[in-house]
């Protein structure tokens, strides 16, 4: 752990201002559980398709049914030392940008100003149709006085706020939007959708702005944390990874350490 922190230290050292690009592996020790094990292989299926939302009312049904029982987990959840870390790192100068995979808005409960939600926040709900929008809660409340019974189901839980809850959903009533009665979304990426122009183009002018790159807790199976890496290659920024397990851009980083990332984070700003 300490000749981790060391190393870390030293890249920071070199390379002062980085982007931080974070992924499930921060969030796991708040309780919200991580899709990838150390392979960077599904531990479940992947997580509900932008598509098959949009066109399939089933879909939808089973979706904020499960999301009943998945929801609770991200909504009570609070951060967690990584997450206060890096935030302190971003206090002391070290952090140009932190651009976040995640969905929980825990980086900004922990003190972090500088971030970016690649994937969106899970706490609010956007129409597909028109400008409506409201808190994830009040959504579920509605959701909860329109199928009562769901109630007092319980699950296992998924780190995108599912659950695995397999019953038949056929009779579950979905919450339309109150303006236009069109379909109600978490305002996040799903899988199968892209990541909007701006967050990327805003990730991007940090990465050309920063000394290096850091990443927190990725597996970067996802593209759209992967191109960052292949980005900072392509610019010559030097890149070092914090994350448990392999990765897909193991063979373009500069600095791989394999530890825990709390505890490393905790030695790194001792040493700094």
Known sequence: MEDAAALLVDFIHRHPRLMIL????V????GIPDYRDKNGEWKRKPPVDHRDFMRCERTRQRYWGRALIGWPVIRNSQPNPAHFHLAELEQRGHVELLVTQNVDRLHQQAGSEKVIDLHGRADEIQCMSCNFRADRQTIHNRSYALNPAFRHFQADTAPDGDADLEVDFNSFRVVDCPQCAGILKPDVVFFGDNVPKTRVQLAMDA??????LLVVGSSL????GFRFCRIAKEWNKPLASLTLGRTRADDLIDLKLNTHIGETLAAVLQQL
């Open 221 to 224: 199976m996802v593209y759209s």
């Open 22 to 25: 974070t992924g499930a592996g």
């Open 27 to 30: 969030s796991t020790d708040s």
């Open 207 to 212: 990465l050309r702005a920063s000394d290096g």
